[in-house]
């Protein structure tokens, strides 16, 4: 994670060309629009919009760097609880790195774990792309993963361990009440 400061936002690409779907825009569900914003900012997201359409309604979108997705948080955008979002990944080139550049700005990071069967503390000892995490939450409780991604092609093999992401999410919240 880093500190993005161009005027470029995830909105500012070419249309989608024909047969492409492209997930451009999140709905995060938080109880305090002003304490989620300054989380997202304090984290080096770049901060796109906050506006007010209507009323009831504020939209503040923040674009994580690099992302070609960015998030909203607001009032008036989703019936879900603040919360609820869970287990959304941001891939990473070095998550010792991006861990570091979170806990520096005083957020809580879990300790590195990684997929065998489930999920194990540290590592992937076989420093496998795809396979090992980081967890943070935002102030509602949100949960973000951290994922390892040094290069984008897969071995089949690589996945026979995975079960299903209800499992991945089960184990990271025990990790993150240890």
Known sequence: MSTDTSTESAAGSAPPKPGEV????VAVPVS????????????????DIDIEPGPGVRIVQFTPPGSGCS????????????GSFQGSELAVLDINAAREDLMARGVEVSDLYHLDGGPVPGPDPEGR?????????????????LQEITERKLKPEEF???????????????????
Request: no cysteine; charged share 30%.
């Open 160 to 178: 026979k361990t995975v079960r299903t992401v209800g499992d991945v999410l089960d184990r990271v919240n025990a990790i993150l009440a240890e």
């Open 71 to 82: 998030i909203a948080i607001g009032t008036g955008l989703t019936q879900s609880e603040p």
């Open 129 to 145: 792309s795809y396979m090992t995490f980081a967890s943070f939450k935002d102030p509602d409780g949100n949960t973000w993963q």
């Open 32 to 47: 305090d629009v002003d304490r989620a914003k300054a989380f997202y900012e304090k984290i080096g997201w770049r901060l």
């Open 22 to 25: 492209r997930l451009e825009v």
